[in-house]
């Protein structure tokens, strides 16, 4: 099976890790960081891209409960990082 989904780019993912300090941006998990994956806020098959503002830092259990229904949207894409750690924001804009 092929697939038409472009990867997404090592500066990216570079970027992506260092604004959310190697941490899950839902839970904060950041013990064993070579475990987090990268989620698209906006998933690939109904128009979501690679771009950093729909791209987001999770858990292996967070992406988890995202993709088994437990987490909604509201639950995963509006955590933003700040100077004090995370926090819940209702805009999503690049950093």
Same mark, same amino acid.
């Given at each position: 099976?092929?697939?038409?989904?472009?990867?997404?780019?090592?500066?990216?993912?570079?970027?992506?890790?260092?604004?959310?300090?190697?941490?899950?941006?839902?839970?904060?998990?950041?013990?064993?960081?070579?475990?987090?994956?990268?989620?698209?806020?906006?998933?690939?098959?109904?128009?979501?891209?690679?771009?950093?503002?729909?791209?987001? %830092? !999770?858990?292996?259990?967070?992406? &988890? @409960? /995202?993709?088994?229904? %437990? !987490?909604?949207?509201?639950?995963? &894409? @509006? /955590?933003?990082?700040?100077?004090?750690?995370?926090?819940?924001?209702?805009?999503?804009?690049?950093?």
């Amino acid at each position: 099976m092929s697939s038409d989904r472009e990867l997404i780019d090592k500066e990216t993912k570079e970027h992506l890790f260092e604004y959310y300090e190697y941490k899950c941006a839902r839970c904060g998990y950041d013990d064993f960081p070579q475990i987090l994956q990268i989620h698209h806020v906006v998933p690939v098959s109904i128009g979501g891209n690679n771009a950093i503002s729909n791209l987001i %830092i !999770l858990c292996p259990n967070c992406h &988890r @409960l /995202y993709h088994s229904g %437990i !987490l909604d949207m509201v639950d995963i &894409r @509006l /955590y933003q990082r700040s100077e004090k750690g995370f926090y819940l924001t209702t805009k999503w804009s690049d950093p």
